[in-house]
C-alpha cells in the first residue's frame, strides 16, 4: 500500500495530529532526564508508551540525536524500531537534499531497509527538486514517502520562498504535482509538502495553487509557534494534512496521561 494510502488510512483512525518528537535540552532537563544517549533513551521508552500504535505517525527531528553523536543516533534507530513496528508511521525530519549521485545516499538511508529505514522523510529543494529524484524513485519503489518544503512555517524563509511570479514556492509544488502524477496516476501521490500553518497570508499575497500536489501536506507552525489546527486545515487546500505538534504535547511529560491528553486535545 503507498504511503499516501497508509497515512490517509492511520489518520482516519486516530486524527491527524503527528507527534513531533524534538527532545531538546530544555524538554530532557524539564522530564528530569539527564542530557546524553542514556536520557534520550528513557525518553523514547516513555514516548512510545504513550503513542506507540496509539496515534497515527511520529516526527522525529534528527538534529537533537545528531547532537550526541552516534549513541545519539543509536536511541534513534530504536525509536524508528519501536514505533514502525507498532504501526505508527515514522516521518524522519532530517532535511535532506544534495545532488543527485549523492540523494541516492540518503535515499537508502532514509527510504530504505537499514537502521535509519522510515516511512517518509523531510527533504529540501533548493539544489532543484529534480535533484531529489532518487529519493522519489525510492519512495516509489519501497511504499514511502517526502514531504519537500514548499512554505515553511518560519518567517526568514519569505525571501527566497516567495521570489519570482510564480513564487519558487509554487515552483516546488507544481514540479511535486507532476511527479506525483507520473508515479502514481489516478491517486493521491506520495511526495507531499511542508506548508507551515502560519503561511496563510503568503499562500493569498502569492496566489499559491496548493491543490496541484495532489499529495500529503506537512504544517508545522501549531502550538509553539502560534498557529492553529484550523489555519493548518485552511494551508493544506484538498490535500490531506498532517499536522506535526512538539513542544505543545512533550510539555505536558513525562507523565504518560498528560501527553495522552495533550495529543487529543490538538487533535480535530
Ligand atoms: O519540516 C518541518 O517539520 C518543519 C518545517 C517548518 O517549516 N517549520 C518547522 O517548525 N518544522 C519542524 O517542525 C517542528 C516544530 O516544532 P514545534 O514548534 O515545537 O511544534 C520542528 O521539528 C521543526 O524543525
Request: contains cysteine; hydrophobic residues 45%; charged residues 15%.
Amino acid at each position: 500500500m503507498t504511503f499516501a494510502q497508509r497515512l490517509a488510512d492511520q489518520q482516519a483512525a486516530f486524527g491527524p495530529i503527528c507527534v513531533g518528537v524534538d527532545p531538546h535540552a530544555s524538554i530532557l532537563e524539564a522530564w528530569g532526564l539527564p542530557d546524553n544517549p542514556a536520557g534520550l533513551t528513557r525518553f523514547s521508552e516513555i514516548l512510545a508508551q504513550a503513542f506507540a500504535g496509539q496515534v497515527a505517525s511520529i516526527k522525529p527531528q534528527v538534529a537533537f540525536y545528531e547532537r550526541h553523536g552516534s549513541r545519539g543516533m543509536a536511541a534513534l534507530e530504536g525509536l524508528i524500531g519501536t514505533f514502525r513496528e507498532a504501526g505508527t508511521l515514522v516521518i524522519s525530519d532530517a532535511k535532506r537534499g544534495d545532488i543527485g549521485s549523492t540523494m541516492a545516499g540518503y535515499a537508502d538511508a532514509w527510504l530504505g531497509d537499514g537502521p535509519f529505514g522510515s516511512d517518509a522523510v523531510t527533504l529540501s529543494p533548493y539544489l532543484g527538486v529534480g535533484a531529489l529524484k532518487p529519493a522519489f524513485e525510492k519512495a516509489a519503489e519501497n511504499d514511502r514517502g517526502a514531504f519537500v518544503l514548499a512554505i515553511t512555517s518560519n518567517p526568514e524563509g519569505t525571501s527566497v520562498q516567495g521570489a519570482g511570479d510564480p513564487a519558487a514556492a509554487q515552483c516546488v509544488l507544481n514540479e511535486l504535482g507532476e511527479t506525483n502524477g507520473r508515479y502514481w496516476p489516478g491517486q493521491p501521490g506520495s511526495l507531499g509538502a511542508v506548508i507551515g500553518a502560519t503561511a496563510g497570508e503568503r499562500i493569498s499575497s502569492w496566489s499559491i495553487d496548493v491543490n496541484v500536489l495532489a499529495g500529503p501536506v506537512l504544517a508545522p507552525g501549531v502550538g509553539a509557534q502560534g498557529a492553529t489546527v484550523q489555519q493548518a486545515q485552511v494551508v493544506a487546500g484538498s490535500n490531506l494534512l498532517c499536522v506535526p505538534v512538539s513542544r505543545a504535547i512533550l510539555r505536558a511529560g513525562p507523565d504518560v496521561t498528560g501527553l495522552k491528553n495533550a495529543h487529543s486535545a490538538q487533535n480535530l
